[in-house]
């Protein structure tokens, strides 16, 4: 039998409380219950000034980017307007029925005039990390390391070619003073300081639209202007890093400046985790040399087809020199300043070889072989590789720092940005991941017996 609704109670009146109309188990109120944010205000109160007009609660403020980003709701304007209507929001920030939302301009205004060059939204971060911390549900003896892309607010045809100066590496000066060591130990002049000095430089696509993004190339149909976001994380998926860089940076490139920020701020790994884009002779040399345990995968040899692969030349460390499928000895001769050792064939002998074709084309039919100085710390992490507990720490990585991404971009808005600059896609990166370890810190705690508002909400 059809029934209609006769009955319209939309004008009704009825004498209710905002907190009675938050369901007790929502996630709002484990948020609120898991951190006390009172502890921005020390953080901020040398940004504001003793005279003017009273300025919008920073509490609130912060409050309002944590709905924005635990909801993945895409922008401030948006987040703004989800708050007018949804008393679950309003109960968060404090407010009543009738509270007048602050206009989505506020926080923009109070970014540029307070917060864009200071580490506000860093210290939030770690903050949040600390209460994870005290909680004891942080366990960073395994740190796992990947980075993904972001999508910047940029349009991909509008950009113009430019000649910029290549970024250094935070291992530059330190692989500069090992090779001129390995120079002179081999009877060679050291390089002279101005050949290092000595500026490089490559071409790119510089957006017009964002200047500070990078022209990422994935495949065909993958090309576009993005940042990358690179984080590290525990074994629990909390994160316990992040970095953000233009699009074209390579992941290699980050991993020292990521290890040494979990190191500075929450502890010395005992093993680092990453996929083979960062299997290198200096990310060996920096775990190794930091009593770090290096979890590298099986990296591909990128040999040509039809060609001997590297390991077929067998290295003699005695002797130091290669030996050829063949029997001929490679002798070392050089060490350059990109930090690889050559060892050369004689041309006269490879002339007449009967396998030349498999092992070089060189017009001169001499094979050159190179091998880094911290190729023995690559060795090892190729060796440690196969051990089971190293395969076990491996697999890790898809349950924490992949799903971390994953969750990220599915329900945290992060698979595209609507900001523009390096400044403020890192306030995004940290506040996100802060929201992120905030949720599950609050999903954890929400039931255990010492949470007292969780017990409050079941028995009301």
Known sequence: ????????????????????????????????????????????????SDVGRPSVDPVVLIKMTFIQYTFGIRSMRQTIK??????????????????????????GKNY??????TDLFEQIFYRVLKEV?????????????DSTHVKASANKRRFEKKTVRKESRAYEQKL??????????????????????????????ESMTDP?????????????????????????????????????????????????????????????AADDAYKTPAIANFLLENQILPVLPYKRPMTKEGFFKKHEYVYDEHYDCYLCPEGQVLPYRTTTKEGYRQYASSPSTCASCPVIDQCTNSKNQQKIIQ????????????????????????????????????????????????????KKLSMQAMLSFAAQNLKKLASWTWNSPGNKSAHTCSVS
């Open 112 to 117: 540029v005039r307070r917060f864009a060059d």
């Open 82 to 107: 989800e708050i007018e209507t949804n008393v679950a929001y309003r109960w968060f920030l404090g407010f009543g029925f009738h509270t007048e939302v602050p206009h989505f301009s506020t926080f």
């Open 1 to 48: 039998m059809m029934t209609k609704n006769q009955v319209n109670e939309r004008e009704q009146m009825e004498i209710l409380a905002i907190e009675q109309l938050v369901p007790q188990d929502h996630l709002v109120r484990k948020l609120d219950a898991a951190i006390d944010f009172s502890f921005i205000y020390p953080l901020v109160e040398n940004l504001y």
């Open 176 to 205: 500069q003073e090992e090779l001129n060591l390995d120079r002179e130990n081999h009877g060679k002049k050291p390089f002279p300081i101005e050949k290092f000095e000595k500026e490089e430089y490559k071409e790119i696509k």
């Open 133 to 145: 911390a005290d909680r004891g549900l942080l366990s960073a003896d395994h740190v796992f390391i």
């Open 371 to 422: 091998r880094h100085i911290w190729q023995d710390y690559l060795d090892m992490a190729e060796e440690l590789r196969h051990h089971y507990e190293i395969k076990e720490i491996y697999e890790q990585r898809k349950e924490t720092v992949e799903r971390v991404f994953a969750d990220a971009k599915e329900k945290h808005g992060m698979r595209w940005t609507a900001l523009r600059g390096l």
């Open 212 to 272: 500070e993004s990078g022209y990422y190339v994935k495949d065909e149909r993958t090309k576009q202007f993005a940042y990358s976001f690179h984080a590290a994380t525990d074994e629990k998926g909390f994160v316990l890093a992040s970095i953000v860089t233009p699009g074209n940076v390579h992941d290699s490139h980050m991993l020292q400046p990521l290890v040494e920020k979990v190191i500075d701020e929450v502890k010395r790994p005992l093993a680092v």
